[in-house]
């Protein structure tokens, strides 16, 4: 972009001074100051930049390029004569002078570019929580409740991550505590075609321990997501579970 901006200024600078005679082009008088050209330069790179955008265009739909650049010019105190001068001097006279200037004004944006990067966040797109149950399971529980099981409907194909924290203590007896978790889809079976996600074998030292499953489901919808958040082996009548789930939460990404 910034040589698009330098070559437009360097051919309004040549046509505006291609009546004039072969000496006034060429003769050192009268020029910016390198350190103002410079920011000259660079101010009119990001112009530049910001009018690309289709917003920022809409709003100075009026104007033209020519005025913004005479607009930075008189910022700095010159005028488009000067500019002139000063950019039909560098190319005819200082080529490499130019190109030097030019390579200052790259390495100024290039810290721009790298100050902002560190102090503007990369923003992420918003994750939205689709969990429509319980936010929490405690066991045992309270209410007399003692199952965690789920059935949500699901709509759409995609890629499907169940997150949530677990907490099993050292006295609980169940054996091999695991999700239980599957997409189903009603067939001519008593059973249905159950797609699984994959178990994950769970921590018992009474701490919180975050888990993540995910099921990438390409078809056919509608489907249920249904199953346990605990699952286990032994089934005895008197089985002591004791443990909690809670931060549930169920995300969906398309699948690329």
Not at 130 to 138: D, H, M, R
Not at 208 to 224: E, F, Q
Request: one cysteine or more; proline letters at 6%; a positive charge.
């Amino acid at each position: 972009m910034i040589r698009y901006s330098i070559l437009i200024l360097v051919l309004f600078s040549i046509i505006s001074g291609s009546c004039s005679s072969r000496k006034n082009k060429a003769e050192h008088k009268d020029i910016i100051p390198e350190k103002d050209l410079i920011s000259i330069l660079t101010e009119v790179h990001i112009a530049d930049g910001l009018l690309s955008l289709p917003k920022i265009r809409y709003i100075y739909s009026k104007g033209d390029t020519l005025s913004t650049y005479i607009d930075i010019f008189k910022k700095y105190g010159y005028t488009k004569e000067q500019m002139d001068r000063t950019m039909r001097f560098y190319f005819i006279q200082r080529p490499k002078k130019l190109i030097e200037i030019y390579d200052k004004v790259l390495g100024g944006l290039s810290v721009m570019e790298s100050r902002v990067e560190k102090e503007i966040p990369v923003m992420r797109p918003v994750e939205v929580n689709l969990w429509p149950g319980e936010t929490y399971y405690s066991f045992p529980d309270p209410s007399g409740n003692d199952s965690a099981w789920f059935d949500i409907p699901i709509l759409n194909t995609g890629i499907y991550t169940i997150k949530f924290t677990l907490t099993i203590y050292p006295d609980d007896q169940t054996v091999n505590p695991r999700i239980g978790a599957f997409f189903y889809h009603p067939d001519s079976t008593e059973s249905g075609n159950r797609n699984y996600f994959s178990t994950i074998v769970f921590i018992k030292d009474g701490h919180r321990h975050t888990y993540s499953i995910l099921k990438v489901l390409k078809g056919p919808i509608p489907v249920s997501l249904k199953g346990w958040f605990i699952d286990y082996e032994n089934q005895p009548a008197d089985l002591v579970k004791h443990m909690r789930i809670e931060k549930i939460a169920l995300y969906r990404s398309p699948i690329e």
